[in-house]
């Protein structure tokens, strides 16, 4: 490993720990008033979604929004049995049942 690269690793490495420390830090010093509290809860979500959402539009390179992308219906069933049911294991069961039936109908 070159010395760049190893430099970059350490750079991000401290970046990331001061960005979240501080925040912890400041978290237990002074308490957060309930908005930014709120915001706050909001962002694993967040992530969580952008990491997803694009594999429900993007395969192979290509951009696919159609109601035939069983992607997209795979999701969307997950979705609601994950709102409606709040079950984990049931959840990934129905998105890939989904994806499975609707792959073979196209």
């Known amino acids: 490993m ?3 690269r190893f430099i970059i690793i350490i750079a991000m490495a401290l970046a ?3 960005t979240k420390g501080s925040l912890m830090f400041l978290k237990r010093r002074k308490k957060l008033p309930p908005l930014i509290n ?3 809860s909001y962002i694993p979500l967040a ?3 952008s990491l997803i959402a694009p594999s429900f539009f993007i395969q192979e390179g290509q951009f ?3 109601w035939f992308n069983p992607y997209l219906w795979a ?3 997950a ?3 994950a709102y409606w049911k709040e079950n984990m294991l049931l959840t990934m069961v129905v998105g890939i049942i989904t994806l ?3 792959k073979t109908i196209n």
């Open 47 to 49: 992530i969580m979604v």
């Open 2 to 4: 070159n010395s760049t």
């Open 38 to 40: 709120k915001w706050l």
């Open 75 to 77: 999701g969307i069933f």
């Open 64 to 66: 696919i929004c159609s």
């Open 79 to 81: 979705a609601f049995t």
């Open 100 to 102: 499975l039936i609707f």
């Open 16 to 18: 990331t720990y001061f």
